[in-house]
């Protein structure tokens, strides 16, 4: 049986991966004990629900050609361990956490509590998420930091980890929008490219994805 490691499950859209996505993973790397992380792209996002979103297959693509390029960018991080879990793919329509960590805890050898890494733009309406009292019982929150305002929880039943870390951008609002400006055999600006990882930004061209 493959040994119990404590484990980070990372959730989101990718859509596409960028390098804030990598970064995330080194903060939570530098200043914690997790060594396994999972992601788990979302079919469709309770949160986002209007957003445009890759197919599901180019999401997973890209995620194994960013974190393929992970130990180049950041050589001195501790071994890390990466899985891409797609039971929320398979599932179909919005998942709800609660079943995934689920899911997790039974396929994956885990050590500790499984933490749940989260913005602290999301952990205000924490209480209001599915079966949250259930969930608090089984998980970590790991949060991380993408205000300038740092917000806090207050449930003293919840387990919550703060990190402190440089404020993160979300580029994929932006690199989807400037995909969809681009003209009939127009490349991706250097700008925009600089981005992703450079096998992602490649990927994202040769396949023209978000093209309008």
Not at 39 to 56: G, I, L, S, W
Not at 144 to 156: E, G, H, K, L, V
Not at 180 to 195: K, R, T, V, Y
Request: proline share 5%; hydrophobic share 40%; glycine share 6%.
């Amino acid at each position: 049986m493959a040994q119990a490691v404590p484990t980070a499950m990372v959730g989101g859209s990718f859509d596409p991966v960028h390098l804030g996505h990598l970064h995330l993973v080194h903060t939570v790397a530098a200043s914690t004990v997790y060594r396994r992380f999972i992601f788990v792209p979302v079919a469709r996002n309770n949160f986002k629900q209007e957003a445009r979103t890759a197919d599901a297959d180019h999401r997973m693509n890209m995620l194994g050609l960013a974190f393929a390029t992970y130990r180049e960018r950041y050589p001195d991080d501790p071994e890390l361990e990466f899985v891409f879990e797609e039971c929320e793919l398979q599932r179909g329509g919005i998942s709800y956490t609660y079943d995934t960590v689920k899911h997790l805890y039974l396929n994956y050898p885990i050590k500790g509590r499984l933490a749940v890494v989260m913005g602290d733009d999301l952990v205000q309406s924490l209480d209001k998420w599915h079966a949250y009292e259930q969930l608090k019982e089984l998980v970590r929150f790991v949060v991380i930091r993408r205000n300038s305002a740092q917000s806090f929880f207050a449930d003293p039943g919840a387990d919550l980890l703060y990190l402190e870390n440089p404020l993160l951008e979300d580029s994929s609002t932006k690199i989807r929008e400037a995909l969809m400006a681009l003209g009939e055999g127009q490349l991706l600006s250097p700008e925009i490219a600089s981005l992703m990882p450079k096998e992602v930004a490649s990927y994202v061209n040769v396949h023209r994805l978000y093209r309008s």
